[in-house]
């Protein structure tokens, strides 16, 4: 279940007509708290981003499953949009299980380190006019807002 602050901050950007990307950044930007704070681990970089976005979808944010995607990740996407709006509290003794298996992963994830090192790896798999693209973009969100 999700902080309520980070809920809070997610309905604010909502509100604000933000992207749904952000919208789950929030998510993942908690996932990233609760492995530093040592709630619990992950694996990688990669897999603590993934528990954020599956949160995200779960409480109802309209997040887009990438191009490349595998087939069992649109499969774990489509269950979480679907489990946003069948209202059923999730199992008791699943989410422990799964809370106690992310408990005996280390917290290296959530480092400086590896998310950067993620974030070299992500954009390498990028094309050169799909990176200038984002970038293009990003240029004219921020001379609007300064």
Same mark, same amino acid.
């Given at each position: ?54 949160? %995200?979808? +779960?409480?109802?944010? &309209?997040?887009?499953? =990438?191009?490349? !995607?595998?087939? @069992?990740? *649109?499969?774990? $996407? ?43 790896? %992500?954009? +390498?798999?990028?094309? &050169?006019?799909?990176? =200038?693209?984002? !970038?293009?973009? @990003?240029? *004219?969100?921020? $001379?609007?807002?300064?």
């Amino acid at each position: 279940m999700p902080d309520r602050a980070t809920q809070k901050r997610v309905a604010a950007d909502k509100r604000k007509g933000k992207s749904a990307s952000t919208q789950a950044g929030e998510f993942v930007k908690e996932e990233m708290d609760h492995v530093r704070e040592g709630k619990h681990g992950a694996r990688s970089a990669k897999q603590a981003i993934a528990i954020g976005l599956s949160k %995200a979808r +779960r409480a109802g944010v &309209a997040v887009k499953t =990438s191009k490349t !995607a595998s087939a @069992a990740t *649109r499969k774990k $996407a489509q269950q979480d949009e679907a489990a946003a709006h069948d209202g059923r509290a999730p199992s008791r003794r699943r989410s422990r299980a799964t809370e106690s298996a992310l408990e005996r992963e280390g917290h290296a994830a959530a480092s400086h380190r590896a998310l950067s090192r993620h974030a070299k790896t %992500a954009s +390498r798999r990028r094309t &050169a006019a799909d990176r =200038s693209a984002a !970038a293009k973009r @990003a240029a *004219r969100t921020r $001379a609007s807002t300064h």
